[in-house]
C-alpha cells in the first residue's frame, strides 16, 4: 500500500518558492506578490477594537460576520451593478481558500478543468487535490485568454474553466467582450466559470468586468479577497460570491477545512471594504507609475514585454538563461514556466517594490541581457 495519497503525489512545490531559496539575503525582490504598501490604518484599527472588545476571541458563523458580508454584497452592487445577497457570499482564509472550496465542490474525479497556459500555479495544483484533470490553454499574443480557446477546449468531460483578470503572472485584463463570451460559454455548455478576480481594483488602462454580470444562469462563481486591494495578504481574508445552492455546497467544504476565516481579518475587512478609499487609489497610481517606470527600462533593454493593463506583473521574452543569471546577481525574478509551459521564454517581473529598486534592478537587467 502507497505511503501516502495519489493526488498529492501528483502535486509540486511551488516553482516560486524554489528561487526564492536559491536568492541571496540581499537580493533586490521582483519575484513577491504582494503590495509594499501598510495594511490601510482605519482597517488595522478594528482588528484592534475588536481583539480588545473580545470580538476576535470565538468562532463567527461559518459563512462570516452579517456586517462583513453585507460590505461586500454592497460594494458588488456599488462598483459591478451586481445583486449578490449577504447570504450569498462565504468569507474565507483569502482567495486561496475561496477558490479550493469552489473548485473542490464542483470537480469529481476525472474532470477536465481548463487553466489558462500561463496562468496562476495553484489552480492545476488545486485541480489535482480534488482528483480532476487540469487541462492548459494557452494565452493570446497579449497574454488574454481567448473564449474562443477555452470553447475548442471544452468536452464532454469539462466542468469548470478558470478566468483570472486582472491576471497573475500576466498583469493583462480582459475586454467587456471576453467577459460576456465567457458568461456565453459557462450558460451554454453547462459548465461552471470560475472568475478570480483578486486584482479586480488594480486595473490602468480599462475596466475590469466580471463574467457574473452577464451571466444568465448561475454557473459563474467570483472570488476575490482583500488582499492586493488592500495591502492584507498577511490577513488571508477572501471571499466567494455564488447562488445560493452552490454556495451551500462550497460551505460544506469550508465549515471543515476552515469553519470560519479569521474573526478579527473579518472585522479589519469590513473597516476595508466601508471605510476611506484614498489608499486604494494612491497604491494603484503608486503601480501604474512604476509599471511605466519598468516598460521603458524594458523597451531600452530591447526586450519585448506586453504591455500590462492591470495587477502588478509583467511578462517580458527574455534568452535563454536570463532568469538564472539575474538570480545570480542578485535580482529575483521567476521563469515564466513555473506558471505553465507556455511561459517558457518569458519571466514574470512583479513591480510591487519602490522605483528605486527597480531602476537598480533594470540597471543589473540591461547587463545581463548584454551579455547573453
Not at 461559518?62 to 454584497?73: D, F, M, V
Not at 481558500?97 to 473542490?104: F, N, S
Not at 524594458?298 to 502588478?312: Q, R, S, Y
Request: aromatic share 6%.
Amino acid at each position: 500500500m502507497s505511503q501516502y495519497a495519489a493526488r498529492v503525489e501528483e502535486m509540486d512545490i511551488s516553482g516560486i518558492r524554489e528561487v526564492f531559496e536559491a536568492a541571496g539575503e540581499d537580493a533586490i525582490n521582483l519575484g513577491l506578490g504582494q503590495p509594499d504598501f501598510p495594511t490601510p490604518e482605519h482597517a488595522r484599527e478594528a482588528a484592534t477594537s475588536a481583539i480588545q472588545n473580545g470580538m476576535g476571541d470565538s468562532y463567527t458563523s461559518n459563512k462570516g460576520i452579517p456586517e462583513l458580508r453585507e460590505a461586500i454584497s454592497e460594494r458588488y452592487a456599488t462598483d459591478n451593478g451586481q445583486d449578490i445577497p449577504p447570504e450569498n457570499i462565504i468569507a474565507t482564509a483569502g482567495a486561496s481558500e475561496a477558490i479550493h472550496v469552489a473548485i473542490e465542490a464542483h470537480v469529481q474525479p476525472g474532470d477536465e478543468v481548463l487553466c489558462p497556459d500561463p496562468g496562476f500555479l495553484a489552480y492545476e495544483q488545486l485541480v489535482l487535490l480534488a482528483g480532476g484533470e487540469p487541462k492548459r490553454v494557452e494565452l493570446r499574443d497579449d497574454l488574454t485568454l481567448d473564449p474562443a480557446a477555452v470553447e475548442n477546449a471544452i468536452t464532454d468531460n469539462t466542468s469548470l474553466f478558470i478566468v483570472n483578470s486582472p491576471a497573475n503572472p500576466t498583469g493583462a485584463v480582459q475586454s467587456k467582450r471576453d467577459m460576456a463570451e465567457f458568461a456565453r460559454l459557462a450558460d451554454e455548455h453547462e459548465v461552471i466559470c470560475l472568475s478570480d478576480e483578486v486584482y479586480e481594483k488594480i486595473v490602468f488602462d480599462g475596466e475590469h468586468h466580471s463574467p457574473a454580470e452577464f451571466a444568465s444562469s448561475d454557473r459563474v462563481i467570483q472570488a476575490s479577497a482583500c488582499s492586493k486591494t488592500y495591502s492584507m495578504t498577511g490577513w488571508r481574508l477572501g471571499w466567494v460570491a455564488a447562488s445560493s445552492e452552490r454556495i451551500e455546497r462550497m460551505l460544506r467544504v469550508h465549515q471543515y477545512v476552515q469553519a470560519c476565516a479569521s474573526a478579527p481579518s473579518q472585522y479589519a475587512a469590513e473597516a476595508a471594504l466601508t471605510g476611506p478609499q484614498e489608499p486604494v487609489r494612491e497604491m494603484v497610481s503608486a503601480f501604474e507609475e512604476r509599471r511605466n517606470v519598468l516598460l521603458d527600462g524594458l523597451e531600452d533593454i530591447g526586450l519585448d514585454t506586453p504591455v500590462p493593463k492591470g495587477a502588478f506583473y509583467a511578462m517580458p521574452h527574455v534568452p535563454d538563461g536570463w532568469t538564472q543569471k539575474m538570480l545570480d546577481n542578485d535580482v529575483i525574478v521567476v521563469p515564466g514556466e513555473a506558471f505553465g509551459p507556455s511561459g517558457e521564454g518569458q519571466a514574470r517581473i512583479s513591480y510591487a517594490t519602490s522605483t528605486a529598486e527597480l531602476k537598480e534592478a533594470l540597471e543589473v537587467m540591461g547587463t545581463v541581457t548584454d551579455s547573453l
